[in-house]
């Protein structure tokens, strides 16, 4: 079945810190992948998508996120992360409907 | 920009009562879509919209109907409103031939 799994439930950064958050998805096929952000109490917003050709691509709000077949994993990294990037991070896969995974929640320390 | 509104932020109602679910988008949308979010499980869609007047199951309808007479307004409808059914319930929209999708803030429905 196609899944898309976000292993850290939690995660705590101090600010300044550099941040990753991993995502693996499990689908027949490349599909398209996205990194949505909630703030609390908001809808989702999105930050970045992969369809197809550079496997590094740019978001909004400084984060990044690589594509990598060989691990069936978009992984999202922000090189220095600030105390309003606290939020929920969802990564989500499209292929044919789009499938969410459980969410990592972003605490940022002082 | 896009606006995707739902018509409450918070609703608290019954077990048994019929209850609406208002999602409006501004942008000509296509397809509209009915997500539920429960911690520790993402989103899970319910229903989604193609055109007026269509819907298609999502992953989890049971319990639940949608309604979509306008283009701009895709109603969800709990018949019967149970405990189990306490949620947040997102709406979102996206035009015909592309994939990202736009989203209400959400209404946080309790069911006592």
């Known amino acids: 079945a196609q899944s898309v799994t976000q292993p850290d439930i939690h995660i705590t950064v101090s600010e300044g810190a550099s941040l990753e958050l991993r995502c693996n998805y499990s689908?027949?096929?490349?599909?398209?992948l996205f990194w949505y952000v909630q703030s609390p109490g908001q809808g989702l917003q999105l930050l970045l998508k992969?369809?197809?050709?550079?496997?590094l691509v740019q978001g909004i709000k400084g984060f990044e996120a690589e594509f990598k077949r060989s691990q069936s994993s978009f992984n999202l990294r922000k090189p220095s992360v600030h105390w309003s990037d606290a939020a929920e991070y969802f990564c989500?896969?499209?292929?044919?409907?789009?499938?969410f995974g459980q969410g990592t929640e972003l605490s940022v320390k002082p | 920009d896009v606006k995707v509104t739902q018509s409450s932020r918070y609703l608290v109602k019954r077990t048994g009562e019929k209850v609406f679910l208002e999602c409006v988008q501004d942008?000509?949308?296509?397809?509209m879509f009915w997500y539920r979010q429960d911690p520790g499980l993402g989103l899970r869609l319910i229903y989604f919209s193609y055109d007026v007047k269509m819907k298609e199951k999502g992953d989890i309808p049971e319990g639940y109907s949608v309604s979509r007479e306008k283009k701009e307004r895709f109603s969800l409808i709990l018949e019967s409103a149970s405990t189990n059914q306490t949620s947040m319930y997102l709406c979102?929209?996206?035009?015909?031939?592309?994939?990202?999708?736009?989203f209400g803030p959400g209404t946080r429905l309790t069911v006592t």
């Open positions: 992969y369809f197809s050709g550079d496997t």
């Open positions: 979102a929209s996206s035009p015909r031939d592309t994939y990202e999708q736009y």
């Open positions: 689908y027949g096929a490349t599909p398209y």
């Open positions: 942008m000509d949308h296509e397809n």
């Open positions: 989500a896969a499209l292929g044919g409907k789009l499938i």
